[in-house]
């Protein structure tokens, strides 16, 4: 039943006051929501789950493992505990947590969660526990990224707590720390604001899609991209080597890409994490790959890279009939999926002009190929 049915039937629930309620409520829909996402509390009978607000904005399972798996040591303090999610999977590589959080209700609920762990619950915020704080092993850090007004902000310094301002006093406190930042935030901004501290850097996507941020200190400035769906195909290299490394668009410029050469060529696109850490050259040079444009982050090859960190398709050929009647099959096609980098219309639009719907196995990709926008019809691979 949905939460919303199960809201009208409060007439069925008379012996509960108004507040049990609500709780109850609150019960079913945070273990309806999070049942996918967090699969580990969902077993557990008497779980607790907070307001619909935190369900939304926790890590999920797979994320907070990997958290806890690039650490491990005696003492951690979770200087923003939240829902808890980090906490509880942090747990299980250090001896002992300091959970942190100025709001009671979301203490009340770490502290029945948390009963079998060795987790110490402190109601209060992360400027006042550090100010009587120990020595940890690690600090950890998840800043609110919303302003008074629940407007975003995209700045450290505009966080919850103010990362910048409050980082000499982890320092003081902390041998190492990670910060858990939104991928909405700009990076190299963010590491421009964080230049005292040499900092490992981990772009964590699900399912192509990134999720978080994630800085370690006293690393040696790697950048690791990684699909948690698969991580067999991390990507790892560092700022220095992308911007060595040599792109090989030059070689479609000598050859120059015509629709008869690229038919039958297989077109890549990496995935979001790497998108997302800049890996634009590198991935060209390491797959032996042609990048179609200095700004288009789309490659091509001749024979199929196995294994590659993203999709990939093979080109049917280039689409020159703007009217999209017929192709170079017999058959006219009246679907597809739309895919636009770099190119001056959105997929909506294209999808107009061509006269096209959704679905179907066919992809039609509109690029800039050499600085002049193109069409291709391809397959996924």
Same mark, same amino acid.
């Not at 079913?28 to 009978?45: H, M, N, Q, S, Y």
């Not at 980090?86 to 590589?93: E, L, P, R």
């Given at each position: 039943m949905? !939460? =919303? $049915?199960?809201?009208?039937?409060?007439?069925?629930y008379k012996h509960l006051t108004d507040d049990e309620w609500r709780w109850f409520l609150q019960?079913?829909?945070?273990?309806?929501?999070?049942?996918?996402?967090?699969?580990?509390?969902?077993? !557990? =009978? $008497?779980?607790?789950?907070?307001?619909?607000?935190?369900?939304?904005?926790c890590s999920s399972e797979l994320a907070a493992k990997y958290k806890a798996?690039?650490?491990?040591g005696e003492k951690m303090a979770d200087l923003t505990g939240g829902y808890g999610v980090?906490?509880?999977?942090?747990?299980?590589?250090f001896s002992s947590i300091d959970y942190v959080e100025q709001n009671?209700?979301?203490c009340r609920i770490a502290a029945h969660n948390f009963a079998n762990k060795l987790i110490t619950?402190?109601?209060?915020?992360?400027?006042?526990?550090?100010?009587t704080a120990g020595q940890y092993d690690l600090i950890f850090l998840d800043p609110a990224r919303r302003d008074s007004h629940g407007g975003k902000v995209f700045r450290l310094e505009d966080c919850t707590p103010n990362v910048v301002e409050l980082l000499p006093t982890m320092l003081v406190h902390g041998k190492r720390l990670m910060l858990k930042l939104s991928p909405m935030l700009d990076l190299t901004q963010a590491l421009k604001s964080l230049s005292t501290l040499n900092w490992d850097i981990y772009v964590v996507a699900i399912k192509n899609e990134v999720k978080e941020l994630l800085?370690?200190?006293g690393g040696s400035g790697q950048i690791t991209s990684i699909d948690l769906d698969k991580m067999d195909q991390a990507f790892v290299f560092t700022r220095e080597e992308e911007s060595n490394s040599r792109t090989l668009v030059w070689v479609l410029q000598q050859s120059g890409l015509t629709s008869n050469s690229a038919s039958g060529l297989f077109l890549y696109e990496p995935n979001a994490a790497i998108l997302k850490a800049g890996a634009y050259k590198l991935v060209s040079e390491r797959f032996g790959l042609a990048k179609l444009d200095v700004n288009t982050h789309l490659y091509v090859s001749e024979d199929l890279v196995a294994d590659f960190p993203g999709r990939v398709w093979k080109i049917e050929s280039e689409i020159k009939n703007q009217k999209f009647a017929r192709l170079s099959r017999s058959t006219e096609i009246t679907n597809a999926n739309i895919l636009c980098r770099n190119y001056p219309l959105t997929p909506e639009q294209l999808k107009k002009k061509l006269r096209l719907r959704d679905g179907g196995t066919d992809f039609v990709i509109g690029c800039r190929v050499n600085g002049k926008p193109t069409l291709f019809l391809a397959e996924r691979v």
């Open positions: 949905k !939460i =919303e $049915d199960l809201a009208l039937q409060r007439s069925k019960q079913v829909e945070g273990r309806e929501r999070t049942a996918d996402k967090l699969p580990a509390f969902a077993a !557990i =009978e $008497d779980w607790w789950y907070p307001v619909r607000l935190s369900c939304e904005q798996s690039l650490v491990s980090d906490s509880y999977f942090f747990s299980d590589s009671e209700e979301l619950i402190h109601n209060t915020s992360a400027e006042e526990f550090l100010q800085l370690l200190s």
